[in-house]
């Protein structure tokens, strides 16, 4: 996949199990973060979102938390399934007009039955 | 209700040599990304059309990249003449809105420039 030659870290963790995934971004004027599933083959495909006027979002399964303070953002996977093994890119939007997002380096989740 | 679409799926080609990408939007929405990641990089941005219109082409990297998107539909990326370095994954994406919207992805061109 794309992902030869990219060195990724790696979170390996049980079917059933919370899965964390953490990135920091780089910029105190984003103001809009997404968080990307990539699949190998595939594009990135939007998981969920946060603005930078909220410190926490719920989806399905999916919780994301924003701290503005460290710059840190997090993904949290709950029952972690196989399907769920994936690279995860966090993403950044500046509060600049432009609409360009900013990607992280991204993390390979491992989902082991 | 069509995703975003992306041809061809690999180009192999020698270096000196142009190729040609296309990047078909979901229908309606007017604003259209490239992105690409190089080998061992993360995934970068490249420009943004609103309609057919250039927004932000801030992060082409050199004259050998051309996009177009004429008639505010389909979008085009030439590199002429391609290089080592600009192998990797060409991503398109797509959103509705201007401000704040989510961007859809394809799947992406492999590139590969021997």
């Known amino acids: 996949g794309e992902s030869v030659g990219l060195h990724l870290p790696t979170l390996s963790v049980q079917e059933g199990d919370n899965s964390i995934i953490n990135c920091a971004y780089s910029n105190s004027a984003s103001d809009y973060f997404i968080w990307y599933k990539q699949e190998s083959g595939k594009g990135p495909q939007f998981i969920i979102d946060i603005r930078s006027n909220m410190d926490k979002r719920q989806g399905q399964r999916v919780t994301v938390l924003l701290n503005k303070t460290v710059k840190h953002l997090s993904l949290q996977i709950a029952a972690t399934q196989p399907g769920d093994s994936a690279v995860y890119f966090c993403?950044?939007?500046?509060?600049?007009?432009?609409?360009?997002?900013?990607f992280g380096t991204g993390t390979r989740l491992l989902v082991s039955p | 209700e069509a995703g975003v679409t992306q041809f061809p799926s690999h180009s192999v080609i020698e270096k000196g040599q142009t190729v040609t990408l296309r990047c078909d939007p979901i229908?309606?929405?007017?604003?259209l990304y490239w992105y690409r990641r190089v080998m061992g990089k993360e995934i970068k941005f490249l420009l943004h059309f609103v309609k057919e219109s250039k927004q932000d082409e801030s992060g082409m990297p050199n004259n050998r990249f051309l996009a177009e998107r004429t008639g505010g539909t389909y979008s085009t990326l030439k590199v002429q003449p391609a290089e080592l370095e600009d192998s990797g994954v060409y991503f398109c994406?797509?959103?509705?809105?201007?401000?704040?919207?989510?961007?859809?992805f394809g799947p992406g061109t492999r590139l590969t420039v021997l």
């Open positions: 229908s309606g929405h007017d604003n």
């Open positions: 993403a950044e939007i500046l509060n600049t007009g432009f609409q360009k997002l900013v």
């Open positions: 994406a797509s959103s509705l809105r201007l401000v704040g919207d989510t961007q859809y």
